[in-house]
Nanobody
Framework: QVQLVESGGGLVQAGGSLRLSCAAP????????MGWYRQAPGKQRELVAD???????NYADSVKGRFTISRDNPKNTVYLQMNSLKPEDTAVYYC?????????WGEGTRVTVSS
């Protein structure tokens, strides 16, 4: 079992920045890809960005050039730096991690971008 603890959401004006963090506490080995998804009201959950253990990244087209995902492997922590935020980025952001073929999810952190 992998617990994921997210932090960093909040309210920000359009054009502003936020940094999300997600950690898997404890001495856990075997975590592979980690990522961030988001779900806006009335919409399906969608991938924002993910990152492999070796550092290869993947981004949704809507966030390319504005968001940066990174990870600290010894700490089993993944970050999402969000710049130039837009109202359409408003959503609940969920951290995900895959370990030995099983997907784990955080409880979500809300990001609200005001216009």
């Amino acid at each position: 079992q992998v617990q994921l603890v997210e932090s960093g959401g909040g309210l920000v004006q359009a054009g502003g920045s936020l940094r999300l963090s997600c950690a898997a506490p404890g001495s856990i080995v075997g975590i592979g890809v980690m990522g961030w998804y988001r779900q806006a009201p009335g919409k399906q959950r969608e991938l924002v960005a993910d990152i492999m253990w070796g550092g290869t990244t993947n981004y949704a087209d809507s966030v390319k050039g504005r968001f940066t995902i990174s990870r600290d492997n010894p700490k089993n922590t993944v970050y999402l730096q969000m710049n130039s935020l837009k109202p359409e980025d408003t959503a609940v952001y969920y951290c995900s991690a895959q370990r030995w073929g099983i997907d784990y999810w955080g409880e979500g952190t809300r990001v609200t971008v005001s216009s």
